[in-house]
């Protein structure tokens, strides 16, 4: 089965930007999954989400897009394991899946304010801003302030590429067990 890549952060982290950059790259098999539209689908907006409910559905269609061969990327706020749970939930995998790879993004509440200058409320940054933001075991944590977008998806891109290679020894070596 091929990536799922969780790319997870803050508002004004760079989610949405790092998410294009993976799924338009020529050298990985990515298609991009936009939690954001079911919840324009259901709510008329972005900013209403009932997590168990909506996080489940775009797992689901994850899963259909990972059972198609495509590799999948998603952009979430995922502020703590139980939304990443109900994700995965509906994906049938876990945090623990060899096949799946966490980017957490971090930067500034300063810089997130002057990326999302115009687009979003001060208050709201702060609010989000001042929640607290669980970490997962084994997420690659990045630091968006200190890499361009073009580095970090390249990095990703390694780590997907390395991800698909053990991923296909081990299963060469299941295959060739079954002839001895």
């Keep these: 089965m091929p990536t799922l890549v969780l790319i997870r952060g803050l508002t004004g982290t760079g989610k949405s930007t790092l998410l294009d950059h993976v799924a338009n790259r020529d050298d990985l098999n990515m298609k991009k999954l936009e939690i954001d539209e079911i919840k324009m689908k259901k709510y008329g907006t972005t900013t209403k989400c009932n997590p168990q409910v909506d996080f489940q559905e775009a797992g689901r269609e994850a899963r259909e ?11 979430e706020a995922f502020c703590n394991g139980t939304h990443i749970g109900y994700f995965l939930s509906g994906a049938k995998m876990s945090v ?10 971090e930067c500034s509440i300063e810089t997130a304010m002057h990326r ?16 607290p933001f669980e970490n997962i075991e084994g997420e690659m944590v990045v630091d968006s302030e200190r890499c361009r977008t073009e ?3 390249d990095a990703v891109a390694k ?22």
């Excluded at 897009?65 to 952009?75: E, H, N």
């Excluded at 623990?96 to 993004?105: A, K, M, N, W």
């Excluded at 001060?122 to 989000?128: F, G, L």
């Excluded at 991800?163 to 081990?170: L, S, T, V, W």
């Design 65 to 75: 897009l990972l059972g198609k061969g495509f590799g999948v990327v998603v952009a």
């Design 96 to 105: 623990s899946d060899p096949g799946l790879l966490i980017v957490r993004l």
């Design 116 to 131: 999302k200058k115009g687009q979003l409320d001060p208050q709201t940054i702060r609010q989000q801003y001042g929640r």
């Design 151 to 153: 580095e970090i998806a």
């Design 159 to 180: 780590r997907i590429i390395h991800i698909d290679r053990a991923r296909h020894k081990e299963r060469e070596k299941k295959d060739s067990a079954y002839y001895y």
